[in-house]
């Protein structure tokens, strides 16, 4: 991974929550790896994030104009894979790099009132591991819902800003959607038939996402924020519909590499 400069570079250390065997070290930057989690005990963690994250939104129902169908009361993870993706990862943390230099020493605002999604790294990859979060650059996991067709290009490609709404559209411009609340994601999944792997589940993705420097508009018009982000002003957008009509807040960044997909979470919709 190069440093922010250009001159420096850093050797990529797989993370803590990877399976590293030879054949990863073996092929290096080609790694990629979708492979089911057998642990209870993370399938378990899994459902409670999920759980805590959704909150109260589904017993009150709330719903945004993307929603077509009925809100589900609630959403049941039942298997989950982890994406080891060396080369997405690697542009990601060279993004980050960058990020940091830009910054300077400039203190970033953090996001308020404060994500929904509470995680714990330790739960995944043991209670020595480090926190793989840079919060002085409001990198933060949060989810993204994407139709089964989609899943297997996003693990493996990363996410392609020139596909952007072609499963829902994009009211805020090309950009990688994503929430803090897995109901707003659920709008946007859609179930696999009988026949494929994971027959009438949905899939969740559960990425980090590097914020960086937010701003934050509760209007339906941002064309001024984006003009900020496009000029480099902000990192990243919240429109917060939460606030202005009580439904979610939705998080969008402009570039593809602030965006890794650590996990899919397939899940059942309950009623």
Known sequence: VID??????????PPAHWSVS???????????????????DLLSYFRSVVDRSVGT??????????????????????????????????EYLQRRYAMRHERGNRTLTKV?????????????????????????????????????????????????????????GTAFGKGVYLAEDPLKCDEYTSEAPHGHEFAGLRPLLFCRVLLGNV????????????????????????ADRKAAVGTFREFIVFDADQVYTDYILWYRRCY
């Not at 922010?4 to 250390?13: D, M, Q, S, V």
């Open 112 to 168: 308020d009132p404060e994500l929904q999604v509470k995680f714990s790294y330790s739960a995944l990859a043991g209670p020595e591991a480090e926190n793989p979060l840079d919060e002085n650059l409001n990198e933060a996991f949060l989810f993204h819902g994407t139709s089964f067709t989609a899943v297997e290009g996003i693990s493996r490609d990363g996410f392609v800003l020139a596909f952007s709404g072609t499963n829902a």
């Open 22 to 40: 030879q054949q990863m070290i073996t092929e290096g930057r080609f790694w990629l790896k979708v492979e089911e989690e057998t642990r209870p």
């Open 215 to 238: 701003t934050v508009s509760e209007d339906r018009d941002v064309s001024s924020e984006i003009q900020s982000i496009m000029q480099q002003k902000c990192d990243s957008l919240i």
């Open 57 to 90: 939104s589904a017993y009150r129902r709330i719903s945004s104009k993307d929603r077509k169908d009925r809100v589900p009361s609630k959403l049941m993870v039942d298997r989950v894979q982890r994406v080891e993706n060396v080369a997405d990862l690697r």
């Open 4 to 13: 922010a400069n250009g001159c420096a570079a850093r050797p990529f250390r």
